[in-house]
């Protein structure tokens, strides 16, 4: 069953769902959009490759779910209608004489782009209804979700605490990481392919229970980008690149 969200008295919003979407695969989007198709409807298009650098204008997005990377493309005379768009990437993206609305976008980024005529109303952060005059103060500098902290290995080695012990089969999150990973795919310190498929190698806890370390792979086998997670705060602390060759002492 699909979750939805009422904002405002306004048409639900939907979050996920996975009944009655449109179910094309992201090159048959593609390929049905060279062929002519504009309009699509309920598209569940989540962290695919080959959005960005692309020419979509004139496209409608209607009820879709789409957390996808559309930097530095054409969206000139485009819609997003009563779309989930809080993880689309719209950074250098030509958004001339396009319309977004009723949308959530919490964390859209919209950094560079360009928006001349660009049309912004009823769409939904946070609970707050956001109009075009908020996307002209503050959502057309959006740029990243979380700054990425790099950890100094002094700092990274003050949350092991005396050991660390595996808990992976039994640790439940505490905050979402993805966000997060997501800049560093960005940074080219983790590779999209972690970010698509959420690829957790193993997670440690130290033995005061204050932090986590959830290591991801990366192309290195001996080689992890740790998430380190506060769980007092439930926050994120940083990141660190881990190389296993050097000494680590782990129960």
Known sequence: ????????????????????????THLEFFETYKNGERHFIKLDFEYLEGFSNKDFSNIIFEDCFLYLDFRNSNLTNSKFIRCNIKEIDLR?????????????????LFKNAIVDDFKFFENYSDGATLEQEDFTNKL????????????????????????????????????????????????????EYVLMNKLVEIVYRNDATT?????????????????????????????????????????
């Open 1 to 24: 069953m699909g979750i939805t969200i009422s904002v405002g008295g306004q048409e639900p919003i939907r979050k996920k769902t996975h009944k009655s979407v449109h179910h094309l």
């Open 92 to 108: 250098n993206a030509n958004l001339t004489n396009a319309l977004m609305t009723h949308c959530l976008v919490e964390s859209a």
């Open 140 to 191: 057309i500098y959006s740029d990243s979700y979380i700054l990425g902290k790099a950890l100094s290995e002094k700092e990274y080695k003050e949350t092991m605490g005396i050991k660390m012990t595996d808990v992976t089969e039994t640790a439940e999150a505490v905050v979402d990481i993805w966000p997060y990973v997501k800049d560093l795919v960005y940074e080219n310190i983790v590779s």
């Open 211 to 251: 932090f986590e370390h959830i290591l991801l792979p990366t192309e290195n086998e001996n080689s992890f980008i740790i998430i380190v997670v506060n769980l007092k705060t439930a926050s994120i602390f940083g990141h660190y690149r881990l190389d296993l060759t050097q000494e680590y002492s782990l129960d």
